[in-house]
């Protein structure tokens, strides 16, 4: 069963860019059957699709983030990756990464989640 | 804001049963696959139902899923103490090149 783990810095101060990575056990990110998700959802509110990547390095971004987003793959780490610039402290949440299948996609695996808070 | 809509919470009594529905349009329900998801309190969402109205290994058949037009619903019978939670409909918004979730529904056993 595959096993998703965010990584990164809780804290993020006003303006910078948030970094954040996501390990994968259990899978493979060369794997051609999934995308690899990041959803993030603030304190009391409802779940945001993020975006995707594909193995291939293929993308799709949320139209309300994609300005400011890039989403990475590495194959050779077995990992992939969120950069989020120009942070607010709207952009505050808890972050999951996931994964979904090629086709009918859905989320059908979920990290246990890493909080940012933007602040100075 | 979210272009499916759910209403913000439902109740019952345990062992009764309950709806949550989810309204979308053409460009989403419409036209692709609708998935559900439950969230625990504190915990990460997970997959509930997905294809409208498949179940992954482990969900009981308590929880079931159905689509109609540019709506679709979840319900969930024999409700337990252990249903609460906020629970998220969720599918691919063609018009966005995006997935979309839902507003999301709390669901308090009385």
């Known amino acids: 069963q595959v096993q998703l783990q965010e990584s990164g810095p809780g804290l993020v101060k006003p303006s910078q860019t948030l970094s954040l990575s996501c390990s994968v056990s259990?899978?493979?990110?060369?794997?051609?059957?999934?995308?690899w998700t990041w959803i993030r959802q603030p304190a009391g509110k409802g779940l945001e699709w993020i975006g995707r990547?594909?193995?291939?390095?293929?993308?799709d971004y949320n139209p309300s983030l994609k300005s400011r987003l890039t989403i990475s793959i590495d194959t050779s780490k077995n990992q992939f990756s969120l950069q989020l610039l120009s942070m607010t402290a709207a952009d505050t949440a808890v972050y999951y990464c996931?994964?979904?299948?090629?086709?009918?996609?859905?989320?059908?695996?979920w990290g246990q989640g890493t909080l940012v808070t933007v602040s100075s | 804001q979210s272009v499916l809509t759910q209403p913000p919470s439902v109740s019952a009594a345990p062992g009764q049963k309950v709806s949550i529905s989810c309204s979308g349009s053409?460009?989403?329900?419409?036209?692709?696959?609708v998935s559900w998801y439950q969230q625990l309190p504190g915990t990460a969402p997970k997959l509930l139902i997905y294809?409208?109205?498949k179940r992954p290994s482990g969900i009981p058949d308590r929880f079931s899923g159905s689509k109609s037009g540019t709506s679709a619903t979840l319900g969930i019978t024999g409700l337990q103490t252990g249903d609460e939670a906020d629970y998220y409909c969720?599918?691919?918004?063609?018009?966005?090149?995006?997935?979309?979730f839902g507003t999301g529904t709390k669901v308090t056993v009385l």
């Open positions: 294809d409208n109205n």
């Open positions: 259990g899978g493979s990110t060369s794997s051609v059957s999934y995308y």
């Open positions: 053409s460009s989403n329900i419409g036209n692709n696959y």
């Open positions: 969720g599918t691919w918004d063609s018009s966005l090149s995006a997935f979309v």
């Open positions: 996931a994964r979904g299948p090629w086709g009918r996609y859905r989320v059908d695996s």
């Open positions: 990547v594909y193995t291939t390095g293929n993308t």
